[in-house]
């Protein structure tokens, strides 16, 4: 069979995505490969497929044993012979797991890292092994974020089996990143694939940080009923915006590091499985989750660096409909990642070193006003859009700045701003903090400027127009771009000017900035419908409901998570196009054989068992 035929028979799909197939090729004639590609991308299909030829066994290390039974239970569904070991696993079923192997019926196994060194399972997989995954690759790169030491060893037992091609697979994309698992795992001759990095469903938002809450609501209420994630710094940032959500009446569960394991488990297994809509968390919550429908990931805090961003944001919308990021920036945030980073004793000269840059980084991708769709990809080395030739004059029309929510000043509005900021803290000689500098540019008088004399200044009152948020951004905006610091004296934090503010003072060097529009008063409602196939009607959305708590019942008696059963895709198609016969219902993208096999008259009941479904549209 073709792995055209493989791919519609087990999966229910009829085109590969981009660079699927040269990996594909690449594996089963023996080669080695680094894939490289986005959340979302289908990068298990890229060793999941060759396992589905029927040619040997496959195995796939990863270092998420949370998310391994959840990825077996979604190939199993696929009509695979999945399997996994890990130590979470009970005596019975990894009795089984073996007996599998030794009667040569497993065609895909994942197995932990850990698992893999341990050595015991070299006789039982070697003779069938024609291809070892390595997930999550990035783990083997100091340059990453998520650096597993035993990641390193992979490579010597990886070396056990010569004959098995190696594919490496990540969505991270940085040349340093890659370059270091090309070495790591001693990938030989590699196929190098790396695909574009944009995720086009993903609409990018990112705005100065006003209200917390009231901001985090904002995004939380365009999308009722639908999953999201907030993602805050702190544990106490966590409660307190998880106990506001409640009491406003949202389905939410905080998690972080310092709940029991039965708390964080529960709000886990909630989420995935949509009891839960919503969870705030801090980065501790994430790596687990596979749930394909998150509609919405808003950052109440500055993330750590470009490239947590792109990871955390990246959990939205994982099934190609569109999804909404949001992150909310504060320059304070910088100073508590700096701050809690030099809490470790250990921290080299060169990881302070990095530290600083990423911070600078994500700092200024939340500010510029720029597209961020082509900010993040310029990031990651890449141009934007993929082919190179300029967006439109709408833009990317996905993100807040194309969107017109967030202006550009001109360039010549924008040194004017900066110099009046600017000449406002040099006068206050980095003696005062951030408050008093907005308090002197907007003409605010405290008894102490006034005993200093700097109401009499004329700098004093000079941005009383443009009013508090703004400025308070500006001054964000300007420390982002290094013409302002925040420098610790003993308990407080000042604000000083740089040599580089200094110079643009004097009209050198030059300075961007942007201006929140206000807040849109009810901006359009989430679009996950609108990228269903064909028109989609009210009838459509009912029924597309009606569905999905058909999947989540079934999901419920088989102990898995609804989107293993099906994606939402899916249930869109069959909302928008209800197919009455088996036959009809494998032509919907998604649904295979098995599936079909499994589910398909349950769901061709409930299609039928809609009142005048053919008038209805008329
Ligand atoms: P990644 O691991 O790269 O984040 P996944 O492997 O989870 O991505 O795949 C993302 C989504 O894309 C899944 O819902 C998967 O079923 C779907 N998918 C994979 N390959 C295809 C394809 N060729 N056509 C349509 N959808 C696909
Ligand atoms: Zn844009």
Known sequence: MTPEKVLKQHWGYTVFKPLQREAIEAALSGRDCLVVLPTGGGKSLCYQLPAAMGGGLVLVVSPLIALMDDQVAAAREAGLAADALHSNLKAAPRREVYANLAAGRTTLLYVSPERLLAGDLFDLIAPRLILAAVDEAHCVSHWGHEFRPEYRRLTEALDLFPKAARMALTATATPAVREDILAQLALRSPAVLVGHPDRPNLVYRAFPRRDQFKQVLETVRRHPGEGGIVYAQTRKDVERLAAKLKAEGVSSAPYHAGLNAGERRKAQDDFVNERLDVVVATIAFGMGIDRSNVRYVVHANTPRSVEHYQQESGRAGRDGLSAECTLLFSASDLATHRWLAKKDVNLSPERARTIERQLRDIGRFAVSPV???????????????????????????????????????????????????????????????????????????????????????????????????????????????????????????????????????????????????????????????????GVFLREDEELFEKLRALRRSLADKAGIPPYVVCHDTALLEMAASKPLTLDALLGIKGMGEKRVEKYGRLFLGAITALPDVEQGNM
Request: a positive charge; glycine letters at 12%; hydrophobic letters at 35%.
């Open 371 to 533: 597209c961020r769709h082509s900010l993040l990809s310029e990031h990651f080395g890449e141009p934007y859009p993929a082919d190179g030739t300029p967006a439109g004059a709408g833009g990317c029309g996905a993100c807040d700045v194309c969107l017109g929510e967030t202006k550009g000043l001109t360039e010549e509005e924008a040194r004017l701003t900066a110099k009046k900021v600017l000449s406002a803290a040099w006068r206050a000689e980095g003696r005062y903090g951030t408050g008093y500098v907005v308090n002197l540019l907007l003409g605010r008088a405290s008894e102490r400027m006034a005993a200093n004399g700097h109401d009499q200044l004329k700098v004093f009152g000079l941005l009383k127009e443009a009013g508090e948020p703004a400025v308070r951004s500006w001054i964000d905006q300007l420390i982002v771009q290094d013409c302002l610091e925040v420098t610790e004296d003993g308990e407080y934090p000042l604000l000083r000017i740089t040599a580089a503010g200094r110079a643009l003072c004097q009209d050198k060097g030059m300075v961007r900035l942007g201006l929140p529009a206000q807040p849109a008063k009810g901006r359009k409602k989430s679009k996950a419908l609108k990228n269903a196939p």
